[in-house]
């Protein structure tokens, strides 16, 4: 999917919500443990029940692979199921050497390998250039990077300052020189709202993929405060909020009405910013 | 495998190699496409042929999962191949936030969860600590945390100076207060020899696992020079010369002939060190 057609997805559903299936067995509802693949059948039914309300999913992979072989079916299974309108990231976080990096791209990107064909990965930055062009080779998919992440860790490394800029400024700006906002987003917290201003000035085209929201204390106004550009530019995330609303028969219904809540609102800020 | 077993492993076979089990199905021997599984056979073959020169695997996961689920299969039998005195890398560059690397510590280290558990596993140290300290949790497993790697985008932000200090070089730093030398490793690139001092410097005590040595072009006299201390301390991860000496039939045999000559330069310079 590219830029333009995921503004109008956004314009479409009057939403910038991006769905996180983040899904853990303890926490599932208990009456999915009948089925075969109690996560697949999980996510199918958050899928159904929310696409209409999205623009995104966002599957982390570390919660489909600690199941090993099978949540890796999980994972492509979950995948296959996702309507085609709705963008979607494999939430990965990988990143190498050039020529290993470029296997991962094959991994996430390149349905005659792997079954599997996202629009977008999240790539760490800290290896640097050629641990992140491979996965650009491929035309109208992403690269969303990491920039400034939400949790407490993100202040160790990101924001040690060198030649003026702190080190999530200087991946902005050199990673600019990667690619354009055609194929680049990149993660900020939620969790430093006070930091958007500074990141729209270092990236004033890109979308940026918004973790942190709810479980992890962000806020939505505070993020689109400085946040928004003339195409929306964001992909706010929600995951254990939505869906685990509910831990009964109803999981799927109550993730839709947090959904829903989060698009009125969005509703309400896409139409104060007269972008729809 | 704790840091002493590690030791005494290296010492009873004379060597400090790793072995980069990174496979891609074009560069088999085509004998080996036969098989229901040619990557697996190519493994079990290149395992059986040189256990006994080599202290540990690294698989890269990414050359696993390029090839989906069926690829995730492959590496849970390889690993399941290795016999249990070798050390086992994950060469997976996994962080996320501190509930994300919780399950990617479960994917690699909880056997009853994904019918897999390597000694270590590499950590990409972007988002600090949090999304290191989860994989700390487990007895005798290992953290190797990416310090300066071997490729070269390593100069895009690890060279970045910031209080003094080189952005690897506060990596190294400040990830010595979350785990000592028995559970935390790094990983130095061989194309850097001139680091070996600096490194050794900030981490005395630390294992070092060092790719970059054949196909990238470093030298393992170069880093021995300066980054041995009075456990070895080294790992010298050598990939794409050992496992293609030959396409051909004779793969294994001459995989054995290029990890025994490296055995070999390894234990005079064991020697040299009174280390044997």
Same mark, same amino acid.
């Given at each position: 999917m590219n830029k333009q057609q995921l503004f109008e997805q956004i314009q479409l559903k009057k939403s910038f919500l991006c769905v996180g299936l983040d899904p853990v067995l303890d926490k599932l509802p208990k009456h999915l443990l009948k089925y075969d693949d109690p996560i697949l $059948?999980?996510?199918?039914?958050?899928?159904? @029940?929310?696409h209409d309300l999205c623009v995104a999913y966002k599957p982390?992979? @570390?919660?489909?692979?600690?199941?090993?072989?099978?949540g890796w079916d999980t994972l492509v299974k979950t995948w296959k199921h996702i309507p085609k309108d709705v963008f979607t990231i494999a939430d990965a976080k990988r990143g190498d050497i050039g020529n290993t990096s470029a296997m991962y791209a094959e991994a996430f990107f390149k349905e005659e390998s792997s079954d599997m064909s996202f629009d977008s990965v999240t790539v760490a930055p800290y290896m640097g250039k050629d641990s992140v062009s491979p996965f650009l080779a491929y035309k109208d998919k992403w690269v969303i990077l990491l920039a400034l992440t939400s949790n407490e860790g993100s202040n160790d490394f990101q924001s040690k300052q060198s030649d003026d800029?702190?080190?999530? $400024?200087?991946?902005?700006?050199?990673?600019?020189?990667? @690619?354009?906002?055609?194929?680049?987003m990149y993660v900020v917290g939620?969790?430093?709202? $006070?930091?958007?201003?500074?990141?729209?000035?270092?990236?004033?085209?890109?979308?940026l993929l918004v973790p942190g929201i709810g479980a992890q204390g962000g806020s939505l106004s505070a993020v689109c405060e400085h946040g928004l550009n003339n195409q929306c530019g964001l992909l706010i995330n929600a995951g254990r909020s939505v869906i685990y609303a509910s831990n009964g028969k109803d999981f799927a219904e109550r993730a839709r009405e947090e959904a829903l809540a989060l698009q009125q609102e969005m509703e309400q800020i896409l139409k104060a910013a007269n972008l729809i």
């Open positions: $059948e999980f996510n199918k039914q958050l899928i159904d @029940a929310t982390n992979t @570390a919660f489909y692979e600690t199941r090993g072989v099978k800029q702190k080190l999530y $400024e200087q991946v902005i700006t050199t990673s600019q020189q990667w @690619a354009d906002s055609n194929q680049m939620a969790t430093k709202p $006070e930091e958007f201003q500074n990141v729209r000035r270092l990236a004033p085209d890109n979308f």
